[in-house]
């Protein structure tokens, strides 16, 4: 009693030192308590057994657009939505074997296990050949995994573009602000487009020449400035 939570949270690098931890702890105020996150060495699983058995069951019956990040420190699961204005595209980043592919991984098993082939069109890009070998021959997927060098990944993305473009003028047409609103006003649901793609850098790195890198990067800002009302999704 009488400590403020400003000393309080002054105590990081004595916590640091006291504690003997590699770096020092997050401190924040946060739900009126002040957290302290103290990185540890035994890393916690979370069997994808268990986001199954987990899963809202309304996503079951009407198809899903959140993407599962993790579990909170209370050990309930933190879900994002890509029909969110805040969350419409995903960047996953981190160091080598923090994990990036294994969470795109389980993004896109959860997409495909909570829609059917009429509600979600997954476009998985792969140029290490080995992220999403569970996916292959899947219902929901728009077309095969691609691979860069077997397939000119420009222009699927410009196709991707055209038929965002076309369903943007559709929307327009109806004076619909979103995707649900323009699918209940045509009568007809119109299924989101989300485009996975493992180790981006790797994708940019292996272009043959400048003006194949820029003309993926035109193609990729363009489905991020404009998907998110027509259901496209990076």
């Given at each position: 009693r009488?400590?403020?939570?400003k000393r309080v949270l002054s105590q990081s690098a004595n916590l640091?030192?006291?504690?003997?931890?590699?770096?020092?702890?997050?401190m924040q105020i946060f739900d009126?308590?002040?957290?302290?996150?103290?990185?540890?060495?035994?890393?916690?699983?979370?069997?994808?057994?268990?986001l199954l058995r987990e899963s809202p069951d309304e996503f079951r019956a009407t198809g899903s657009s959140r993407l599962p990040v993790g579990v909170d420190l209370n050990g309930e699961w933190v879900w994002i939505d890509l029909a969110d204005s805040n969350s419409a595209h995903v960047l996953v980043a981190g160091t080598p074997g923090s994990g990036k592919s294994?969470?795109?991984?389980?993004?896109?098993?959860?997409?495909?296990?909570?829609?059917?082939?009429?509600?979600?069109?997954?476009v998985l890009g792969d140029?290490?050949?080995?992220?999403?070998?569970?996916?292959?021959g899947s219902p929901v997927l728009a077309g095969p995994v691609l691979v860069p060098g077997e397939v000119d990944i420009a222009e699927v993305l410009e196709h991707y573009v055209e038929r965002m473009n076309a369903r943007n003028a559709e929307i327009a047409e109806t004076g619909s602000q979103s995707l649900e609103e323009h699918?209940?006003?045509?009568?007809?649901?119109?299924?989101?487009?989300?485009?996975v793609c493992d180790e981006y850098a790797d994708l940019l790195a292996g272009c043959a020449t400048k003006a194949e890198r820029?003309?993926?990067e035109r193609m990729m800002r363009r489905l991020a400035?404009?998907?998110?009302?027509?259901?496209?999704?990076?």
């Open positions: 009488g400590v403020t939570s640091h030192l006291y504690l003997g931890l590699e770096s020092p702890p997050g009126g308590m002040i957290g302290v996150d103290v990185p540890r060495d035994d890393r916690e699983s979370v069997p994808f057994s268990r294994q969470g795109l991984r389980t993004a896109a098993a959860s997409l495909r296990r909570t829609n059917t082939p009429g509600e979600r069109g997954l140029p290490k050949q080995n992220a999403f070998r569970f996916a292959l699918s209940r006003a045509v009568g007809r649901p119109l299924r989101r487009v989300v485009i820029d003309r993926i400035q404009l998907g998110r009302a027509p259901g496209f999704h990076l």
